[in-house]
T-cell receptor, first 109, second 112 residues
Framework: QKEVEQNSGPLSVPEGAIASLNCTYSDRVSQSFFWYRQYSGKSPELIMSIYSNGDKEDGRFTAQLNKASQYVSLLIRDSQPSDSATYLCAVNNDYKLSFGAGTTVTVRA | DVKVTQSSRYLVKRTGEKVFLECVQDMDHENMFWYRQDPGLGLRLIYFSYDVKMKEKGDIPEGYSVSREKKERFSLILESASTNQTSMYLC???????????FGSGTRLTVV
C-alpha cells in the first residue's frame, strides 16, 4: 500500500463549479498535511496546510481533515481556468513529506 | 519569503559525465531534499539532509550522491550520468517541525 494515495483523475470541471480532490494516507501518526499546486513545467507551490480535524478555508480553497478515517480533501470553489493544474497531497513523515501521485484538474470554460 | 534557488533551469549532459546540481536556500532551514519527478511516477525522494554534513538515502539513491558542507547549500551529484537519469530534479527545504517544504524552480536534466 502506498503511503499517500490520491484519486487518480484526471478531473474535468466546468468553470464556476466545485472541484473535489481526495487523499488517503497510511501512517496514523502523521500530524501535518499539505496541498501543493503544480502547473505544467513548474515546481510545486504550497497552497494549503492543515493540522487539525475539520475544515480550513483560504479564499476559494477549503481543506478538510479527518484523522480517524485518515483522509484529507481539497475543495476548489468557483473553479477558474487558472486552477487547471496538478494537485499534490503531502503528509508529514518524520523529517520529510510523502507525496501522492497527484490529481490533474482541468477547468473548462 | 524563503527562497530556494537551483543553479540551472535546463541542462544537457552526455552519458558518462559527472553532473553537479546545486541548491541554495536563504532561510537557515535545517532540512534539505532532492527529488526527481517523472510522468506517471510522481515525486521520488533521492536523498535528504537534516544537518550540515549529514545525509540520508531516500527511495532511489542509486547512481546519485550528495554533499552538504554548508547549511544553505545541498548539492546532488550524478557520478556517471546515464540516459535513465533524464528527469526534472527538484530541491526543497524545510524547518524541523510540522511546516511544509519550499521548492526550488527545478532543473530539467537531459542526458544524451
Amino acid at each position: 500500500q502506498k503511503e499517500v494515495e490520491q484519486n487518480s483523475g484526471p478531473l474535468s470541471v466546468p468553470e464556476g463549479a466545485i472541484a473535489s480532490l481526495n487523499c488517503t494516507y497510511s501512517d496514523r501518526v502523521s500530524q501535518s498535511f499539505f496541498w501543493y499546486r503544480q502547473y505544467s513545467g513548474k515546481s510545486p507551490e504550497l497552497i494549503m496546510s492543515i493540522y487539525s480535524n475539520g475544515d480550513k478555508e483560504d479564499g476559494r480553497f477549503t481543506a478538510q481533515l479527518n484523522k480517524a478515517s485518515q483522509y484529507v480533501s481539497l475543495l476548489i470553489r468557483d473553479s477558474q481556468p487558472s486552477d487547471s493544474a496538478t494537485y499534490l497531497c503531502a503528509v508529514n513523515n518524520d523529517y520529510k513529506l510523502s507525496f501522492g501521485a497527484g490529481t490533474t484538474v482541468t477547468v473548462r470554460a | 519569503d524563503v527562497k530556494v534557488t537551483q543553479s540551472s533551469r535546463y541542462l544537457v549532459k552526455r552519458t558518462g559525465e559527472k553532473v553537479f546540481l546545486e541548491c541554495v536556500q536563504d532561510m537557515d532551514h535545517e532540512n534539505m531534499f532532492w527529488y526527481r519527478q517523472d510522468p506517471g511516477l510522481g515525486l521520488r525522494l533521492i536523498y535528504f539532509s537534516y544537518d550540515v554534513k549529514m545525509k540520508e538515502k531516500g527511495d532511489i539513491p542509486e547512481g546519485y550522491s550528495v554533499s552538504r558542507e554548508k547549511k544553505e547549500r545541498f548539492s546532488l551529484i550524478l557520478e556517471s550520468a546515464s540516459t535513465n537519469q533524464t528527469s526534472m530534479y527538484l530541491c526543497a527545504s524545510k524547518v524541523t517541525g510540522r511546516l511544509g517544504y519550499t521548492f526550488g524552480s527545478g532543473t530539467r536534466l537531459t542526458v544524451v
